[in-house]
């Protein structure tokens, strides 16, 4: 098993910036994604973007690309979120996920491991 902890959500006000946190325990895998989705009321989960253990490469939702931005820190096992020029329809619960594998999907059903979530409210 894996678990994984987010951190750093909160309330902002449009045009700022935010850093989510992840950070992930128990069982490793030798190659893995993680992965960011987020979730707002009503609405389904949707990916916003991941980061492949292995490369290091990053993939994005054209929702956030050139705002949005993943790295990852592999000795603190922690991966993040920056999130700048926060728009008030970027407000959603974010859940941070991970999958053996280094493929980046959008579907959130092919992801193995999930955390609890924080919520993200940014203010018009």
């Known amino acids: 098993q894996v678990q994984l902890v987010e951190s750093g959500g909160g309330l902002v006000q449009a045009g700022g910036s935010l850093r989510l946190s992840c950070t992930a325990s128990?069982?490793?895998?030798?190659?893995?994604?993680m992965g960011w989705f987020r979730q707002a009321r009503g609405k389904e989960r949707e990916f916003v973007g991941a980061?492949?253990?292995?490369?290091?490469?990053?993939y994005y939702a054209d929702s956030v690309k050139g705002r949005f931005t993943i790295s990852g820190d592999n000795a603190k096992n922690t991966v993040y979120l920056q999130m700048n020029s926060l728009k008030p329809e970027d407000t959603a619960v974010y859940y941070c996920?991970?999958?053996?594998?280094?493929?980046?999907?959008?579907?959130?059903?092919?992801?193995?491991?999930w955390g609890q979530g924080t919520q993200v409210t940014v203010s018009s």
């Open positions: 996920a991970a999958k053996s594998g280094t493929r980046m999907v959008h579907t959130p059903r092919l992801w193995d491991y």
């Open positions: 980061i492949s253990s292995r490369s290091g490469s990053t």
């Open positions: 128990g069982r490793t895998f030798s190659s893995y994604a």
